[in-house]
């Protein structure tokens, strides 16, 4: 059996140190964990970023400047090898909120000086005790909807403060069942190949019946929202999906690991799409491409999938075909 414990407790100490450092001790705290050549991936506005001093400069800066203080409040954490590197690559993931309060100027959002919730999903590659790659995923559609700005129309799903798994078991802080792992990997990776090749990103109800309980939690990200029961999913999520979007390219993903009944994937991007009318009640029809940087957890009960937690980079998405929301938020 893989023991992924010493990977497991590296982040976990780098996420204490970073939660509790003070702005001036940001860079010697990154660069203790980190490679030299450490660089992450992260939704918009941050983007890619490349060493622990940018890092800490234009990822975490800004983050704890605007909330403070900030409570880190995680409800997935496991670790996997990667099975799109020949499973040699070792990575830890996590999914939560950061909680603070919101007090300063964030990229242009006005402050409430009220406590607040940033939904994020964060991924770890670990090689020689040091971190060499990691990618940054903040739910900012779902933030500005907390806030009620105008500019992010209604949500097709419901919109709420987004739970961890039903059963109460995602932090994986202890050793776990290889052979469960594998059974959430096959899973996911057969429902996957069914979406994407077999009916190209329609998601139908035969074929969601296959592998999803009828009971499903579809945990959107901002802009869509949550949908409960596979008819519920196919009404707020992929009727609406399917209409306003089609489906140009897939990508395939950066990493895909499990631990025990939890697995997930992210990519960037995932998928390149092209806008038709109304998509979020923002897009009209065109000819231009987008890209879709998306992450996908997943909780596995028995046989079927029974959560999935969805991030999607839905500025970046929307800013390369003109619309930037950040800048409309300014103007409010």
Known sequence: MLDLQEEKKLVLNYFNDLDNAESDKLTEIISKYTSDDFHMRCTHPFNEIKGAENV?????????????????????????????????????????????????????????NKSVLLRYAEFYKIENNKITEGAFFLDLMNFMQQLDLSIIPESTGFVCVTPGPMNHKGLKFNLSNKNEGEKTLELIHRMRDRLVEGSKMKSLKDELELDWKKDMIWWGPGGIGASYTIDGYMKGHSGPFEEGLEFVKFNG??????????????????????????????????????????????????????????????????????????DQAKKK
Not at 80 to 87: C, M, Q
Not at 98 to 111: A, E, T, V, Y
Not at 266 to 283: A, E, Q, R, S
């Open 56 to 112: 800490a400069k234009n990822l975490w800066w800004p983050i704890k400047k605007s909330f403070n203080p900030i409570q880190r409040r995680m409800d997935i954490f496991y670790a996997g090898v990667n099975s799109h590197d020949e499973n040699q690559g070792r990575w830890v993931s996590s999914m939560g909120h950061l909680m603070g309060l919101f007090k300063k100027d964030f990229f242009g959002l006005k402050p409430n």
């Open 253 to 326: 993903h950066i990493l895909s690991s499990a631990e025990d009944d939890l697995g997930g994937w992210f990519g960037w991007p995932n998928l390149i799409m092209k806008p038709k009318d109304g998509y979020l009640g923002l897009t009209k029809s065109a000819d231009t491409e987008s890209e879709m940087r998306v992450v996908d957890l997943y909780r596995r009960d028995g046989d079927k999938i029974a959560e999935n937690w969805i991030f999607i980079d839905h500025l970046h998405f929307l800013k390369k075909l003109g619309i930037d929301l950040l």
